[in-house]
């Protein structure tokens, strides 16, 4: 039996993941990644005022609610994703310091 495209056994291969490319196709290649970078959103690098008033409300309140998290969000310009992600990030940093002081 014919292995060529779109044979049976060529079909099996493509629904397991495993089938090669039909001679003549061309498939777009996603872009490149660097080495070590995370694709997405690049990295928000925070003023000192934003800095300022998020280790303020940190040192009131480690785990924060939803409204002071939408309060924040509007005073400091950013979203709510940003002021969640913040604080888990900065819950980590004082767990490793208090571990380190041990």
Request: charge should be positive; glycine fraction near 8%.
């Amino acid at each position: 039996m014919e292995k060529g495209p779109f044979s049976v056994e060529w079909l099996a291969q493509s629904s397991r993941g495993g089938a090669r490319e039909v001679p003549g196709e061309s498939r777009p290649r996603p872009p490149a990644v660097p080495a070590g970078a995370a694709p997405g959103r690049p990295r928000t690098k925070f003023s000192a005022a934003q800095l300022q008033e998020l280790e303020r409300s940190f040192r009131q309140q480690r785990y924060i609610g939803a409204g002071e998290k939408r309060r924040l969000a509007a005073v400091l310009n950013l979203s709510q994703s940003q002021i969640k992600t913040w604080f888990q990030n900065r819950r980590m940093k004082f767990k490793r310091q208090t571990q380190d002081a041990r």
